[in-house]
């Protein structure tokens, strides 16, 4: 016979998670460089699409008081963007190569042709629909408070967490290029 007062919540609890994500491309940063038209970022944006996001967890809740849990876990995050055809101009890397500049949401890239001849700087080849892959280790951290009487259990949630980049992707290929 338990009090209704007190919640039967147990010392710790695993719980297996996976989500569909709602993501933006949104740029907060004005991305101009020597020699741009300076609307890159609103080339960028428009140009970009949020394919499905999903993650997967393992989350853990360890009991701290009566009604209160600290929870904690390890997960992981992909988020796919789709990016349409576009121009690329050859400028000179940091690597002092000759190289297709390749600038989306997630960062610049650096493209070199698999064959034909190198570019020079100045030249412009075009990219085929391409797609942007960044891969996330999540690390969540929340305090859970419940509310409730056993039969019927609510909480509240307060948190945050990190995600660490583990890689990315970009997957596109280059025509009119030497």
Same mark, same amino acid.
């Given at each position: 016979n338990?009090?209704?007062? @007190?919640?039967?919540? !147990?010392?710790?609890?695993?719980?297996?998670? +996976? =989500?569909?994500?709602?993501?933006?491309?949104?740029?907060?940063?004005?991305?101009?460089?020597?020699?741009?038209?300076?609307?890159?970022?609103?080339?960028?944006e428009s140009t970009e699409s949020e394919e499905l996001s999903f993650s997967f967890s393992l989350l853990a809740d360890i009991r701290i008081a009566p009604r209160m849990t600290?929870?904690?876990?390890?997960?992981?995050?992909?988020?796919? @963007?789709?990016?349409? !055809?576009?121009?690329?101009?050859?400028?000179? +890397? =940091?690597?002092g190569k000759i190289k297709y500049q390749f600038d989306c949401s997630a960062g610049r890239y650096y493209l070199t042709p698999k064959y034909g001849t190198w570019p020079a700087v100045g030249d412009s080849a075009y990219t085929i629909a391409s797609a942007n892959e960044l891969h996330y280790l999540t690390i969540p951290l929340a305090v859970k408070y419940y509310f409730g009487n056993n039969k019927l259990n609510f909480f509240a949630i307060a948190g945050g967490d990190a995600n660490i980049l583990m890689g990315q992707d970009l997957t596109t290929g280059l025509y009119g290029a030497s």
């Open positions: 338990k009090r209704s007062s @007190t919640l039967d919540l !147990p010392r710790i609890s695993l719980t297996p998670m +996976a =989500s569909i994500n709602l993501m933006s491309n949104k740029i907060k940063n004005d991305l101009s460089h020597p020699g741009s038209q300076g609307n890159e970022k609103e080339d960028i600290l929870q904690t876990g390890i997960g992981y995050m992909e988020k796919t @963007t789709a990016i349409e !055809p576009k121009e690329v101009g050859a400028v000179r +890397a =940091s690597d």
